[in-house]
């Protein structure tokens, strides 16, 4: 798979991949209630968790199967392609 997560969008990831994974599991600690209507705390910190490791890896691997399938690219490669810079060339010229 091809890298498709980048910038601000593996950032947020990474920041709160984290922070849900530490509400989750200060939730199935008992020092915080997350009772959503008819969900119990357990279900929503659980929820919580995997939500949290799919950001955390999706952000950790640059890439996202969603993105892909959805047709969404935030990566953007260090090195140009070569129609880039030839395109830059001919700006420049």
Do not use: H, W
Request: glycine residues 10%.
């Amino acid at each position: 798979m091809e890298k498709n997560v980048g910038g601000y969008d593996r950032i947020a990831r990474l920041v709160i991949g984290p922070v849900l994974g530490t509400v989750s599991l200060a939730a199935l600690a008992g020092y915080l209630s997350l009772a959503v209507g008819p969900l119990s705390t357990g279900i929503v910190a659980a929820l919580f968790g995997l939500v949290s490791l799919v950001l955390i890896v999706t952000g950790a691997t640059q890439q996202c199967p969603l993105n892909r399938a959805l047709g969404i690219n935030t990566y953007e490669s260090e090195r140009p392609t070569d129609a880039e810079e030839t395109s830059r060339s001919r700006k420049a010229a």
